[in-house]
Nanobody, 130 residues
């Protein structure tokens, strides 16, 4: 069973930085892609960044140049470095394993293949004030 635990959220001023961490367990971390999504109040959940199994990374246009994602396969961790934060970055940030078929294959455990994702964490709140 995929378990994703996000941490690092908080309240900051515009222009400041935050680092989010997603600790993954319950599956073979290297077997599938993993990424960050966010959902602002009243808004839809949207892609922030994906770290694919082939090593490539994708970013939403709104965060390019400000956010960087790191995938640590040794520690089963996904980190999102967020700089130059804006008020519009305020949202709940979610970690997702197997977020999209283009991110890599299915997630696997030692017993076999998991259902198609995304598999979600519970999220961490990021609030950016002006």
């Amino acid at each position: 069973q995929v378990q994703l635990l996000e941490s690092g959220g908080g309240s900051v001023q515009a222009g400041e930085s935050l680092n989010l961490t997603c600790a993954a367990s319950g599956y073979n971390f290297r077997s599938c892609g993993i990424g960050w999504y966010r959902q602002a109040p009243g808004g839809r959940r949207e892609l922030v960044s994906i770290a694919k199994t082939d090593g490539t990374k994708t970013y939403a246009d709104s965060v390019k140049g400000r956010f960087t994602v790191f995938r640590d396969n040794a520690e089963n961790t996904l980190i999102l470095l967020m700089t130059s934060l804006k008020t519009e970055d305020t949202a709940v940030y979610y970690c997702a394993a197997d977020p999209h078929p283009s991110s890599g294959g299915f997630c696997f455990t030692h017993t076999g293949r998991l259902p198609r994702g995304p598999h979600w964490g519970k999220g961490t709140q990021v609030t950016v004030s002006s």
